[in-house]
């Protein structure tokens, strides 16, 4: 008895239930770092108000701030884990994206109605590889039973890219059902969606479809035989693998981009724990969020106008738009982070030429300057020490602040290249759609 016929009995509900809780475990691990930080933070600040105050009772929790790590830390997983059981619904392939599972269902409808209208004595190879493509994608929709279970497959997008393989598998294979007059409209079907496309052979292509609705135009039912069929089967395949490629290439771009999101807000959150554990004060946690806030503000605006004036032809992205709005903000704070450190280290640590004076008195304010810095003057020039952390992350410093805001701005220069690489692969779909009816 497979699983989904199990599903009613008590097995199969449970199995159901942990397989889609294990996907939203999945998806909800993007929160965990945020989740964390922001509760470790709020935990170790108000600690140090406490202090601060010299209140005669410190909280358990966040007397110190390896204690305020570990016990956001907790927290954080204890909240994750009870959030993952509202966020189950990304395991089920109707949930996950209710736009493509209709867009999905409509296309597994038409096809099966095809093959229906055949009658039950249609047979053949091609007929039969068309109902064995149709009853997967019929019980991975729900349509048919046993119906097929929840898992991550649908929240990483990739059970939708294999549902379009599948029908457009069965779509070429029920070519060989129509007739004359359905496979003239069908070659006029793919010459709209080849001319103009960014397939590499696509004039060829048209060509070759052209010369085939010539010789049906003049010959008729008698010009239509097992040459033509294959021929249009390999250039509908052709057109349909170009497209299922580039779908592929989105929920891997996707897939990808939240992988990386995951990884790098991790490692963010550890390196706050180290410094929290090493003994960082209060206040320079304080400074370092301002100075993550000031980043991810400018890089969450920058994000917005640049998808302001970006093309509004909607074109399922599977998540990748949504994907860069969660990483804009974290890549641009941490940004934000490091180029204060990076500048105002990069800043003291430069040579700088000492000021010539020819007076008495400018001598003495140049030895005055240099004696208060602690420099030492060698060949002209004097070098600073390099400043400490406890300098660095300091809010009374408002260069920090603007430095922060212009590092904000970098990340979107790293990330051109992904965005252009996604946006050809939304351009190469639209290349591919009939004048006016999309194709699945």
């Known amino acids: 008895m497979t699983f989904g016929q199990r599903r009613g009995t008590l097995f199969g509900q449970m199995r159901a239930f942990a397989k889609a809780y294990t996907a939203a475990l999945v998806v909800t691990s993007l929160m965990l770092p945020g989740i964390a930080g922001t509760l470790t933070m709020i935990l170790f600040l108000i600690g140090g108000r406490e202090k601060a105050a010299r209140a005669t009772h410190y909280g358990w929790l966040n007397s110190t701030g390896t204690r305020s790590w570990i016990f956001g830390t907790l927290i954080a997983i204890v909240a994750w884990v009870v959030l993952a059981a509202l966020f189950r619904r990304y395991a089920y392939v109707d949930r996950a994206n209710p736009s493509e599972y209709e867009k999905l269902l409509q296309g597994y409808e038409t096809l099966r109605a095809r093959l229906d209208a055949a009658g039950p004595g249609a047979a053949g190879p091609e007929v039969a590889v068309a109902r064995v493509h149709l009853d997967e994608v019929g019980r991975a929709l729900g349509a048919l039973d046993p119906p097929a279970s929840p898992g991550w497959r649908w929240a990483a997008a990739v ?207 140049l030895k005055a300057q240099v004696v208060a810095a602690k420099t030492t003057t060698t060949n002209d020039t004097t070098s600073n020490e390099v400043p400490s952390l406890k300098k660095i992350f300091d809010l009374n410093n408002p260069t920090a602040v603007v430095i922060a805001a212009i590092f904000g701005l970098t990340p979107s220069l790293l990330t051109t290249r992904l965005n252009s690489n996604a946006e050809k692969f939304k351009v190469d779909l639209r290349s591919t759609e009939a004048a006016e009816t999309a194709p699945t």
Do not use: W
């Open 159 to 365: 059970g939708y890219v294999g549902l379009h393989e599948r029908l457009h598998r069965a779509e070429e294979a029920l070519l060989a059902l129509e007739n004359a007059a359905e496979i003239r409209a069908e070659i006029c079907f793919d010459i709209s969606r080849l001319s103009g496309s960014r397939i590499a052979d696509s004039r060829d292509l048209v060509k070759r479809l052209e010369g085939m609705l010539t010789d049906l135009s003049s010959g008729g039912d008698a010009a239509l035989g097992a040459g033509v069929l294959a021929g249009l089967r390999r250039i509908r395949q052709t057109v349909n693998e170009f497209r299922d490629s580039r779908r592929a290439g989105l929920v891997r771009s996707r897939n990808n981009l939240f992988g990386t999101i995951v990884f790098t807000a991790m490692n963010a959150y550890v390196l706050l724990g180290i410094a929290m554990i090493m003994g960082a004060r209060p206040e320079q946690i304080l400074a370092a969020t301002v100075f993550y806030l000031v980043g991810a503000v400018v890089g969450l605006f920058r994000q917005l106008a640049v998808a302001g004036s970006a093309d509004t032809h909607s074109e399922e992205d599977y998540g990748l738009a949504t994907a860069r709005l969660i990483h804009t903000p974290l890549f641009s704070g941490l940004a934000g982070v490091g180029g204060v450190v990076l500048t105002l280290i990069a800043l003291a640590v430069t040579p700088r030429p000492a000021t010539p004076s020819s007076t008495p008195a400018g001598k003495q304010v």
